[in-house]
């Protein structure tokens, strides 16, 4: 009973930390989603070039194949939830048509869009462009959003 209630709360602790932050915290990590996007984006891109070697193999090994291919959707998927749930949902703000604001706000809206679809065609392909468009868009953001937060 006591091993059983350990895991459950354990389980439930897990599930708390995860899920940074739908609630105003005051605790955030900018810097560190931006490093991790590019991780990601690196994960990806290895991914991707042991999904060609692989598959140029006279005889692939379709068991790895397959685990690269997970591999690079769920990175795909991680930066996807890094523009969405973190950026997009939490930290930009959003500005009312006319506001001075507005112009710089629409801009993070287009540059975290084109990372979300940039990351969801990585997922169908293995074309590096699509990694590499997350890594300029990524940089492009990091000067507008960076730059009113004085990082």
């Not at 506001?99 to 997922?123: F, I, N, R």
Request: net charge neutral; charged share 25%.
């Amino acid at each position: 009973m006591k091993k059983t209630l350990s895991i459950i709360c354990l389980a439930l602790f897990i599930s708390v930390l995860s899920a940074h932050c739908e609630i105003p915290c005051g605790i955030y990590g900018d810097s560190l989603r931006v490093a991790l996007i590019r991780e990601h984006v690196e994960t990806i891109e290895k991914s991707m070039s042991q999904i060609e070697a692989i598959s140029k193999d006279k005889k692939p090994d379709y068991n790895q194949l397959v685990r690269w291919v997970t591999n690079k959707e769920e990175h795909a998927e991680k930066i996807q939830e890094i523009v969405t749930q973190y950026f997009l949902f939490q930290r930009v703000i959003p500005a009312e048509k006319g506001d001075a604001a507005y112009e710089s706000y629409t801009a993070k809206l287009d540059l975290l869009h084109k990372m979300a679809v940039s990351a969801m065609k990585c997922k169908q392909t293995t074309d590096k462009s699509h990694s590499q468009k997350i890594l300029y868009y990524l940089s492009e953001f990091e000067e507008l959003y960076f730059h009113k937060h004085g990082h």
